[in-house]
């Protein structure tokens, strides 16, 4: 099955700095890559994703890159505010619907803390 | 779009109890369904997933179990607890439009075994 690595599994950054976190994938047959903001005590949102047929794509101060060779898929965050602290997870899933039921496996999480 | 109501939102209870958490969906029909558990300071686990009424995945053996009796409810159940199942629990279900438009999460239940 699907295994998803994501590092660091903290991080903490000044406000106005940037932050990265990255994911690495196991299963080449894998095509999207969502991303959800957790909030302490509350459910993960989906805040942006991106799938393979796609390199980049950017989200006003959220941007995420794909590396289909080495499997990788990154997320960049630009003039961080406090705001933006929170639990941040990949996932990994396929789109073919009839194929897996849409599943999708987590990263075990990056603890994001913006310091203002 | 959807919303899913998942409840209670707090739950304690003693070892060897049973257990009942309940999800119902609105606003799409014949969802894929799952139930996902967040262990403190971890990522989520799928438990269980579910295509249609009836239909239920185990994704990890374990004393927990799931139903699907009507298409847009979903209910996970266990006999007995032990500790280990203490956690904060996640329904989820796939967007109207697909699964390659991510899910939709319930508020979720914290359960903690005592």
């Known amino acids: 099955g699907e295994n998803v690595e994501q590092h660091p599994s903290t991080l903490s950054v000044q406000e106005g700095d940037s932050a990265v976190i990255k994911c690495t994938y196991s299963d080449s047959a894998s095509n999207y890559f969502p991303w959800y903001k957790q909030e302490l005590g509350k459910r993960p949102q989906l805040i942006i994703d991106i799938r393979s047929n796609v390199g980049e794509k950017k989200d006003q101060r959220i941007a995420v890159t794909l590396n289909k060779t080495a499997k990788h898929f990154s997320l960049h965050i630009t003039e961080t505010q406090p705001e933006d602290s929170a639990v941040y997870f990949c996932a990994a899933s396929k789109e073919r619907w009839d194929t897996n039921a849409g599943k999708s496996t987590f990263g075990d999480g990056t603890t994001l803390t913006v310091k203002p | 779009s959807q919303t899913i109501h998942q409840w209670p939102a707090t739950l304690v209870q003693p070892v060897g109890s049973p257990l009942s958490l309940e999800c119902t969906v609105e606003g799409t029909s014949n969802p894929n369904l799952y139930w996902y558990r967040q262990a403190a300071g971890r990522g989520l686990q799928l438990l269980f997933y579910?295509?249609?009424?009836?239909?239920i995945s185990s994704e990890v053996p374990q004393n927990l179990s799931a139903s699907r009796p009507q298409d847009r409810q979903f209910i996970l159940s266990s006999k007995k607890l032990l500790l280990s199942d203490s956690g904060f629990y996640l329904c989820?279900?796939?967007?109207?439009?697909?699964?390659?438009?991510?899910?939709?999460f319930g508020s979720g239940t914290r359960l903690t075994v005592v």
């Open positions: 579910s295509v249609g009424i009836g239909q």
């Open positions: 989820a279900c796939t967007d109207t439009r697909g699964p390659e438009y991510g899910y939709t």
